[in-house]
């Protein structure tokens, strides 16, 4: 497994469980800092207006648990992840709340990941050697009914 599916595999439910964890205290209401630091769950992390990253987070998090099972779909899942974020980031600049160079980083973050999966050597390779491997295990025998 190359080391970034491997960091992504790490790294990708842990991301996902985390704002999970952060969206709960948001919407109960619980701070995560002093009243000194004025640091609260809603201000930094998330909010109620942010429910659209609900369905970002749930994308990770699969996509972490695909690559750590060595799925063929986890690729695909990635780059749609990073599709998610550009159509994230045309919305925020449409209503004002991103820039138009932090569209285009994502932008540049998509293709970079698009290359990565589908055309960097070494993971092609690896997945190519995942799916011979799927398509030459035995197929898995259906019980017979019992009574038949």
């Not at 369905?55 to 799925?71: D, H, K, Q, S």
């Not at 998509?110 to 993971?123: C, D, N, P, Q, S």
């Amino acid at each position: 497994m190359p080391a970034m599916i491997k960091l992504g595999a790490l790294f990708s439910p842990l991301f996902a469980a985390a704002w999970l964890v952060l969206a709960a205290m948001a919407f109960a209401g619980i701070s995560t800092g002093t009243a000194e630091a004025a640091i609260s769950v809603e201000n930094a992390t998330v909010s109620h207006r942010d429910l659209i990253g609900l369905p970002f987070a749930l994308l990770v998090g699969v996509t972490g648990v695909g690559f750590w099972a060595e799925r063929l779909w986890a690729r695909y899942s990635a780059v749609g992840v990073w599709v998610l974020t550009v159509a994230l980031g045309a919305g925020g600049l449409l209503a004002g709340t991103a820039t138009v160079l932090g569209v285009v980083e994502v932008i540049a973050m998509t293709a970079v990941a698009w290359w990565y999966f589908f055309r960097k050597r070494a993971v092609v390779a690896y997945y190519r050697a995942l799916k011979a491997a799927e398509s030459s295990a035995p197929a898995t025998p259906t019980p017979a009914c019992p009574g038949a």
